[in-house]
């Protein structure tokens, strides 16, 4: 099985709400990822968390709040977005580093989020 | 500094009519370079692992190859299923972080 499921698909929120995005796997990896794609653009990476850890921020806004509360589960806290976050969002998941071979990520289908 | 880059940005095909995708990198100490299928709103389908040089992997029309400094994805006897984009990430040595490519977009005509 090499699922990532992230829920929910789509989300539309306004400027002040708040709301999470969650992602699951089950492939025992223990790197995952959050990626923003915007349209006709490669996935962009935002954090990666290496056991369990944040290891890797790539200067995202603080409106985007990541957090790893098992090696299954990862979810993205988002709060008083702009217009412009509005993308494709997507976890993966991968054996990290050092792990030995087979440490190609596998993404989740994303969520499209629209900010108002 | 771009780290890879893929070519070209669009490709247009017959059904039928092979051709090939190039992936040229930068990063020193390759740890595995990945070939992704994506379709539009969803997210990229895993299909090749390359780890070093002279490697090559093969999936139905799809076939990759890997050398110092680039790699191409070989599509013999497109369908128009194949129609996508085929994006290209590297993975540098010690570090959890993939870094992709702007991706090419195939059409395949029937």
């Known amino acids: 099985d090499t699922e990532v499921t992230q829920t929910p698909k789509h989300l539309v929120m306004g400027m002040t709400n708040k709301k999470s995005l969650k992602c699951e796997q089950h492939?025992?990896?223990?790197?995952m990822y959050w990626y923003k794609q915007k349209a006709k653009k490669p996935p962009e990476l935002m954090f990666v968390?290496?056991?369990?850890?944040?290891?890797i921020n790539e200067s995202v806004p603080s409106r985007f709040s990541p957090e790893c509360p098992n090696s299954s589960l990862l979810n993205l806290h988002l709060h008083a977005l702009q217009p412009e976050d509005s993308a494709l969002y997507l976890c993966?998941?991968?054996?990290?580093?050092?792990?030995?071979?087979?440490?190609?990520?596998?993404f989740g289908q994303g969520t499209r989020l629209t900010v108002v | 500094e771009d780290q890879v880059t893929q070519s070209p940005e669009a490709l247009r095909l017959q059904e039928g009519e092979s051709s090939s995708l190039n992936c040229s990198y930068t990063?020193?100490?390759?740890?595995?370079l990945f070939w992704y299928r994506q379709d539009p709103g969803k997210g990229p389908e895993f299909l090749f692992t390359l780890y070093s040089a002279g490697e090559e992997k093969e999936k139905e029309r799809l076939k990759a190859t890997l050398t110092k400094k680039e790699s191409f994805l070989h599509i013999t006897a497109p369908k128009p299923e194949d129609s996508a984009t085929y994006l290209c990430?590297?993975?540098?040595?010690?570090?959890?972080?993939?870094?992709f490519g702007s991706g090419t977009k195939l059409n395949v005509k029937p």
């Open positions: 492939m025992g990896h223990r790197a």
């Open positions: 993966a998941s991968s054996h990290p580093t050092g792990f030995g071979l087979n440490t190609e990520a596998f």
């Open positions: 990063v020193s100490g390759l740890r595995g």
């Open positions: 968390y290496s056991y369990e850890k944040l290891s």
């Open positions: 990430a590297v993975q540098e040595s010690d570090f959890n972080k993939f870094y």
